[in-house]
C-alpha cells in the first residue's frame, strides 16, 4: 500500500509519514502543492492526505483538478483550521474524509486505514495503463489533465484493452464483447475503429500504444514500455 502525504510542515509531515511506515506503508511525503499534485498524476496511490493550507497552491484546488482529471484516489484532508467552511468545501470537492491537527497517532492510522478500505472498493472504477487513465463510471478517459473525446464504442474497445492491459486480444474476442456475438467475424469493422482510436490517441500526444501482434491481435503497451 502507497500514501502521498502533502503537507507544508515539513516536522508533521516526517513525522505522519514516520507513523505509516511503522504500520508498514510505503509513503511519498512533499511540502510542496505542485509537487504533490504532479505526483499524484503520475503515480497509483491507495490513498492522499492532503493539508489545506500549502503556500503555493490551496489543498482544495489540487482536490478539484484531481477529481476532474477522474482520479478517484481517496483523499483524507488535513489541516490545523477550525474552519467548519474550509471542511464543507473540502468535502464537496470530493474528499473522502477530515481530520484536524492535531491528531494523535492512533486515531491517524485509523483514518488512513479507512481510507485505504475505501480505496480498494473503488479501484475497479478506474483503469490506468501508462500515460492514459480511463473511468468506468463517468466513461472518461484522460492523458494527465486532458481528457480524450471517444465514441461509445472506441470507449469499449479501449476499456477491454486496459483490462488486459499487456496481453494479446484478438479480433474475434474484441467482435464478441463490443459488437454482436454473431457479428461476421470477416468484417473489417475492428480494424476501421482501431484505426480511428489509434489516430485519437496519437493525436493526442498518447505514448500507450495499440500493437498489431501480426496473425494474433492487438495488444495494449503502456507508455513505459512502448517503442
Known amino acids: 500500500m502507497k500514501i502521498l502525504i502533502v503537507e507544508d510542515d515539513r516536522a508533521v509531515g516526517r ?11 510505503a509513503v511519498d511525503f512533499v511540502d510542496s502543492g505542485e509537487e504533490g499534485r504532479t505526483l499524484a498524476w503520475v ?3 491507495d490513498g492522499i492526505v492532503l493539508d489545506l493550507e ?5 489543498g482544495i484546488t489540487i482536490l478539484q483538478e484531481l477529481r476532474r482529471a477522474g482520479d478517484a484516489t481517496p483523499v483524507l484532508i488535513l489541516t490545523g483550521r ?5 471542511v464543507v468545501r473540502g468535502l464537496d470537492a470530493g474528499a473522502d474524509d477530515y481530520v484536524g491537527k492535531p491528531v494523535s497517532n492512533a486515531e491517524f492510522r485509523a483514518r488512513v486505514r ?7 472498493a473503488r479501484r475497479t472504477e478506474q483503469l490506468t ?6 473511468n468506468r463510471l463517468t466513461h ?13 464504442t472506441e470507449f469499449q474497445i479501449l476499456e477491454h484493452f486496459m483490462l488486459r492491459t499487456g496481453e494479446v486480444v484478438p479480433r474475434t474476442e474484441l467482435l464478441e464483447k463490443v459488437w454482436d456475438v454473431n457479428f461476421d467475424p470477416s468484417s473489417n469493422v ?11 490517441l496519437r493525436d493526442a500526444g498518447v505514448e500507450t500504444r495499440l500493437k498489431t501482434v501480426r496473425g494474433v491481435g492487438v495488444k495494449l503497451v503502456p507508455a513505459e514500455t512502448a517503442s
Not at 495503463?129 to 480511463?134: E, N
Not at 472518461?140 to 461509445?152: D, H, M
Not at 475492428?190 to 485519437?200: E, F, I, N, S
Open 15 to 25: 513525522l505522519l509519514a514516520r507513523v505509516l511506515e511503522q504500520e508498514g506503508y
Open 43 to 45: 503515480h497509483d496511490y
Open 54 to 58: 500549502l503556500p503555493d497552491r490551496h
Open 82 to 86: 477550525a474552519d467548519e467552511e474550509a
Open 114 to 120: 479507512a481510507l485505504v478500505r475505501r480505496g480498494g
Open 129 to 134: 495503463a501508462g500515460d492514459l487513465r480511463l
Open 140 to 152: 472518461q478517459v484522460f492523458r494527465g489533465t486532458e481528457e480524450l473525446e471517444l465514441t461509445p
Open 190 to 200: 475492428v480494424d476501421v475503429h482501431l484505426a480511428r482510436l489509434r489516430k485519437k
